[in-house]
């Protein structure tokens, strides 16, 4: 019999991941990638009696994995957010799944541990921009403001590094970052005893952020606002955290963030409206490469001739919402 993590690779996986890890250690086989590496369990091979663990990708996006995983003789656990579709009635299946728009994987799992490593849910849960949720979390452990304000910092550091075209666009591996953080249960021990991984993302988030704010809006208007990045590192992962300091600052307004790939299309991250946190999801799965949760939703591949109705069909969607 094997264990096997498969995870996505920003702060909700992580965090859900370290969670069920400290409750009970295991060694397993760690499968993950870029956060927008979701088709993780096509790299998933099986046999009977396996326990396959699966958290924060979409049930719908990994449908035919999920059953010959299950055909295969797996027992699955899996933990998610978002948009899942039908789930699978299987004797072998443990499924958490919430797609409501103020839940994520880390605040599942949380709540499936009964807050045995709550301030790791809380990270996570600032990392997926859920800072009303995260703060809910973190009322019972009674932290002070400045332990909280370094614990909504490492849950942005965390998200931050997940973004990317491939690895070698990140400052550290997912799966590495994982075993840096796996060790510690709580958030800020792991911050205490490993100095040098959080100042590296520390750094690297605060030149990016600034680099991305220099840039002008490619389109804005009351109801939504489009920015393009270019087509180099420091954009790609910057992008998702880059979409969430939009929403943070001009909660009433959606944002989309485009960033440009070497074949001239765009990578798209989109987050509604923080005070209307509707829509994301429905909007991308207009497009083959789109998908996500309510609040916060993408598309991998977005035509460089798509731009211009791109703009408009956000523009006309969240205009008249």
Request: proline share 4%; with cysteine.
């Amino acid at each position: 019999m094997a264990y096997i993590d498969v995870f996505n690779g920003d702060a909700d996986g992580l965090c859900a991941l370290v969670q069920l890890r400290n409750a009970n250690p295991v060694a397993s086989r760690l499968v993950t990638g870029v956060k927008r590496d979701i088709n993780l369990l096509d790299r998933v091979t099986v046999e009977s009696g396996d326990q396959l663990t699966v958290l924060d990708v979409s049930l719908d996006k990994n449908r035919a994995g999920l059953e010959s995983a299950l055909a295969a003789g797996a027992a699955v656990t899996y933990v998610d957010h978002h948009f899942a579709g039908d789930i699978p009635e299987h004797a072998n299946l443990s499924a958490h799944i919430n797609t409501a728009s103020d839940v994520c994987t880390s605040l599942l799992v949380n709540g499936i541990l009964k807050g045995e490593f709550a301030e790791w849910a809380v990270v996570g849960a600032f990392g997926d921009n859920l800072r009303n949720s995260a703060l809910a979390a973190a009322k019972p452990l009674n932290l002070s403001s400045a332990e909280l304000e370094r614990l909504e910092s490492l849950g942005i550091y965390l998200n931050y590094n997940g973004y990317g075209a491939s690895i070698a666009d990140l400052h550290f591996d997912p799966e590495a970052l994982y075993l840096s953080i796996a060790p510690f249960a709580s958030p800020r021990e792991f911050m205490l005893e490993a100095k040098e991984t959080f100042s590296q993302l520390e750094e690297g988030y605060k030149n990016d952020m600034r680099a991305a704010g220099e840039l002008p809006a490619a389109h804005s208007d009351k109801a939504t606002a489009v920015f393009i990045l270019p087509d180099e590192r420091w954009a790609r992962r910057v992008s998702g955290v880059y979409s969430n300091d939009l929403a943070n600052d001009s909660p009433d307004r959606a944002h989309a963030v485009l960033t440009e790939k070497q074949d001239g299309n765009y990578l798209v991250s989109i987050r509604a409206p923080l005070n209307n946190k509707r829509g994301a999801d429905e909007f991308c799965r207009q497009f083959p490469t789109g998908g996500g949760r309510a609040a916060a939703a993408g598309i991998n591949d977005l035509p460089l001739t798509s731009l211009d109705s791109f703009i408009d069909s956000f523009q006309q969607f969240y205009g008249n919402m």
